[in-house]
């Protein structure tokens, strides 16, 4: 699993927050896949930002589930305690309310209810067996692009299917939809890769 830190991807949250979150609020549940978690702060800061838009009841109907190829997580994600260098990047009201201070020196512990939120387990992508269906949204960033193209498009059909009527994926800035599976999904926005499920 790749280095990562909380709120990497501004550019993609911005886009959440900014064409999905009001979409899918009135949802009863709101089931949202992150395939391609690595430590852990991918989908904390989304189920952040989620919880800022959506406030505290609200959100209690959101499920993350953060999937990696390598489940050994280990004990960074059980206890959701991240190093200095990692959180730095939190914007300062946001460090305030969703960490404490951990015993150990210059680390961060994630919030008990964004913790709650979200689900880690390890999951396979060229497996194409989805999570679950009936999904919200799905965020998918730097994985795609170290697969060949007929499983690009493999995935993506899975992703398809696993999303609800109007679900969303969000996948890396650099990662074009590829023409195969391009009516499958309506282009939400031209500033980024961000797609509505289209029905066959």
Not at 173 to 183: F, G, H, L, S
Request: glycine share 6%.
């Amino acid at each position: 699993m790749a280095f990562t830190f909380f709120f990497r991807d501004r550019e993609t949250l911005g886009l959440i927050e900014e064409h999905v979150i009001a979409r899918l609020r009135g949802r009863r549940y709101m089931d949202i896949w992150d395939a391609g978690c690595a430590h852990g702060p991918e989908p904390y800061s989304l189920a952040i930002l989620l919880r800022e838009n959506m406030g505290e009841f609200l959100f209690r109907n959101v499920r993350i589930y953060a999937t990696d190829i390598n489940g050994n997580f280990g004990e960074t994600i059980r206890r959701g305690t991240y190093p200095d260098e990692q959180v730095r990047r939190v914007p300062a009201d946001l460090l305030r309310r969703y960490f404490v201070a951990a015993d150990e020196p210059r680390h961060f512990v994630v919030a008990e209810p964004i913790r709650r939120a979200v689900h880690f387990s390890e999951h396979d992508l060229t497996s194409l067996e989805p999570i679950r269906d009936g999904l919200a949204l799905i965020l998918c960033k730097n994985v795609l692009l170290h697969l060949a193209e007929s499983q690009r498009c493999d995935v993506i059909k899975m992703f398809h299917d696993a999303l609800a009527p109007g679900g969303f994926l969000a996948m890396e800035q650099t990662q074009e939809m590829p023409e195969e599976v391009e009516p499958l999904f309506v282009r939400v926005t031209n500033r980024g890769q961000l797609f509505r499920r289209e029905e066959r």
